[in-house]
């Protein structure tokens, strides 16, 4: 098909118009103002086209893009709820944790409240046996929960010496029958001197610590021949390095030539106890 400039276009349309007795032809004029406006209706539609084109464009990223957050924050979700029943399985545990650690403090307190019971009514005990002796042959006291029976070296020995007198043997015995059958009580028998050494040629004896710890193993021998379990009975010597005075006069070098023997309640339950710790 040949192809007709739209003003020839024009006069051939008019001349067949012409031809079939067609009375109006449409002026140049018009058909520029209609060319015009197709031609602008075909730009809008072309825009439109690019316009609906890069909205589509868009959807599809904007669809994409959302799928991709919804799947992360799915994703997000689903690993906050491991999280949280990881948190939960933790606590729980913490929870049956701080519930043992409460129990066994508890055990413990329960058993120093025992202890402290046990200790007090030892103290009773052992003092209503020796009540028939003086402050200065021998005193009874409580400390750190034990019960400390302190004896005069002028209730047990003469100077230098390691057999116990009479009254001494009284008091021991005293104390050993008091004690008998409390198989929960510890017995540690230690003994005390003052600095001044010990004679040369003391038989058996270089130093104080002969001396100290004679006298324990024989106090233990009486203990233990008045009816105390051997195994319940520990001697011990220390010299003249526990004082209780200072060493600068006779009445303070009195006081430390002393025998102390230390009741102390077993704690097994309690050791069992912190070793589960």
């Known amino acids: 098909m040949k192809y007709f400039p739209s003003t020839h276009f024009l006069r051939a349309a008019c001349g067949i118009g012409l031809l079939f007795g067609a009375t109006n032809c449409v002026s140049q004029k018009k058909y520029a103002a209609l060319q015009t406006q197709y031609t602008d209706a075909t730009r809008s539609r072309d825009q439109l086209q690019v316009e609906k084109t890069a909205l589509q464009q868009e959807k599809s990223q904007n669809e994409e893009a959302l799928r991709t957050s919804l799947l992360s924050k799915s994703e997000q979700v689903n690993q906050l709820n491991v999280n949280l029943s990881g948190a939960q399985q933790e606590n729980s545990q913490l929870s049956a944790d701080l519930r043992g650690k409460e129990q066994r403090i ?108 004679l006298r324990a193993t024989e ?55 912190l070793e589960q710790n």
């Open 219 to 273: 106090i233990t021998r009486i203990l233990t021949q008045a009816g105390l379990p051997a195994a319940q009975v520990t001697p011990s010597g220390r010299a003249e390095y526990a004082p209780i005075a200072t060493n600068d006069g006779a009445m303070n070098k009195a006081l430390n030539r002393r025998t102390e023997i230390i009741l102390t309640p077993k704690l097994d339950e309690l050791f069992q106890i």
């Open 106 to 213: 508890a055990d413990m307190q329960r058993i120093l409240d025992q202890k402290d019971a046990a200790v007090k009514a030892l103290r009773q005990k052992v003092g209503d046996a020796l009540l028939g002796f003086t402050a200065q042959d021998l005193q009874v006291n409580v400390r750190n929960g034990k019960v400390y029976v302190s004896l005069s070296e002028q209730l047990l020995f003469k100077s230098g010496s390691t057999k116990v007198d009479p009254k001494g043997q009284e008091a021991l015995t005293k104390l050993a029958i008091a004690l008998k059958g409390n198989q929960d009580v510890n017995v540690l028998v230690e003994g005390h001197t003052d600095n001044v050494p010990v004679a040369k040629g003391t038989a058996g004896m270089r130093d104080n610590w002969d001396l100290s710890v």
